[in-house]
């Protein structure tokens, strides 16, 4: 019996026409759909949502995300991973043999892909072509693949075709991917771990684990090709916003009536906005700590330089520092002196003042405020001495109160920094003292007053007083506070 017969090849002799194009299909219906990549007409519509194939191949996997199908399943062991294609099953499989078989040929790179698809696109990060190029008017927006480039069209649209189906999440997505992320904040599943020693890091996408293995590899693999720059990013995104200072390019233009902002990137302008809007999203998790930043830079720095046992070490050598001086001079007075507001009406309950000095007709509360108390925000400065004064009311307590605010730090004067000796704010600091603990026992003086001492000043008022919206948009303080303002001292 003779061996069966391969099946002859059948010849390609149907050629793209379209230049430059090297194409060539065994069919003409196959050429037909290949054209399509030249036209960008997309003649196979989806019947559930606005999406558009160009061959029908490409619908049948789309109508699977409708259906819930992923028919192509992982067969390795205690992998529950299925995919709507075979070859998203093949290129999953990696993950499991860790095979890339696509590699950079660019110089001293070692990138490889997983797919030809991701190679591809990363060649673009060294050539800089971004071919996918945006029809919005006035929009300059141009990426690196066509998938991109539909997902950013939305942004005009409005449309957000992907929607979570977890109960009672009204959360939908310009991108299939931006749902597979979201998702994971229902499951907390964070597959993409660190496998560095002692690194317990695990990411939500491969994207930012991508980014954080490169703080502990070092690399910068996104080089600036300005000339002379020697500038180098982790992130590709990073590489774009630097690149626009040497172009001068401000793409992100703030929207607010009558500002000119404009960004080099997106999150530069959201953080703008928020000056607009006073919204303060990064709240610190420290116990009695109101600090909420606008950015998340900001709270990251906040947590680094208040919140370390060095800092702490630092803020009681400033304490310490008073607490020495009085005793030099004699003062009796409660150190760390716990003021309860359970009388009062409020959800706080208690607060502690540094120190409490008690003189013949006056209860003087010092409070030695590092850097001004400027990351407690004003209304929460303020509403802490009010429950001081209603707290101490309550309790029948009818002597006057006076509030030292010192500031051991840097202050200025009408905008200029004001260099004074520590001797010299000590020796301030003493003769208030003295002269509040021989003050007459006059009818006429209010009953609550506050010295600032070092603080920023303003032809001679607190520069607080004028802050209300520059922090935390407090009118309060620029009511009350300056009821009780006595005297600034700088």
């Known amino acids: 019996m003779d061996p069966p017969r391969a099946h002859p090849r059948r010849v390609k002799r149907h050629a793209c026409f379209f230049p430059e194009c090297t194409y060539a299909a065994d069919s003409a219906s196959k050429l037909s759909l290949h054209a399509h990549k030249h036209t960008g007409l997309r003649p196979f519509a989806c019947d559930s949502c606005n999406y558009a194939a160009k061959d029908p191949s490409a619908l049948l996997v789309h109508k699977r995300i409708h259906a819930g199908e992923k028919p192509f399943s992982c067969e390795f062991l205690e992998c529950s991973y299925k995919s709507r294609t075979a070859s998203g099953l093949v290129t999953h499989k990696r993950t499991h043999t860790a095979e890339r078989p696509y590699v950079c040929n660019f110089e001293n790179c070692n990138y490889a892909a997983k797919t030809s698809g991701n190679l591809v696109y990363h060649k673009r990060t060294h050539s800089g072509e971004r071919p996918y190029i945006c029809d919005i008017p006035k929009c300059i927006y141009a990426a690196t693949t066509s998938g991109a480039l539909a997902t950013h069209r939305r942004t005009h649209t409005g449309e957000r075709p992907y929607s979570c189906e977890f109960p009672d999440c009204g959360f939908a997505a310009a991108s299939l991917s931006n749902l597979v992320v979201h998702k994971r904040t229902h499951t907390g599943d964070r597959p993409y771990t660190c496998n560095f020693p002692e690194c317990s890091y695990a990411a939500k996408t491969c994207h930012h684990f991508a980014n954080h293995a490169r703080t502990h590899t070092g690399e910068r693999p996104y080089a600036c090709t300005f000339p002379a720059c020697g500038y180098l990013a982790t992130r590709l995104q990073s590489l774009i916003s630097h690149a626009r200072t040497h172009t001068g390019e401000r793409p992100y233009v703030c929207d607010f009536s009558g500002c000119t902002y404009a960004a080099t990137a997106s999150t530069a302008l959201a953080g703008h906005k928020r000056t607009h809007t006073g ?166 003086l209010e009953d609550v007053r506050t010295f600032y001492l070092f603080y920023d000043t303003t032809d001679g008022i607190p520069s607080i007083f004028n802050a209300v919206n520059e922090d935390d948009g407090s009118p309060e303080y620029d009511q009350l506070a300056k009821q009780w303002f006595a005297r600034a001292i700088v």
């Open 279 to 444: 919204e303060r999203p990064y709240a610190c998790d420290s116990p009695g700590c109101a600090y909420a930043a606008a950015q998340a830079c900001n709270l990251a720095t906040h947590q680094r330089t208040r919140h370390t046992t060095d800092y702490i070490k630092h803020l009681k050598l400033k304490e310490g520092a008073i607490e020495d001086l009085l005793n030099l001079h004699g003062y009796d007075f409660k150190r760390q002196h716990y003021i309860n507001f359970q009388c009062a009406v409020t959800e706080e309950t208690w607060s502690f003042s540094d120190a409490v000095l008690l003189f013949r007709n006056t209860v003087v509360i010092l409070e030695v405020d590092e850097h001004q108390h400027k990351a407690y925000g004003i209304s929460c400065d303020l509403k802490r001495m009010g429950l001081t004064v209603e707290s101490l009311r309550l309790e029948g307590n009818t002597q006057r109160i006076v509030f030292i605010r010192y500031n051991p730090d840097a202050f200025t004067v009408n905008g200029v920094t004001k260099r004074t000796y520590r001797q010299e704010r000590h020796d301030a600091l003493v003769s208030l003292l003295r002269e509040l603990e021989t003050e007459p026992d006059a009818p006429g």
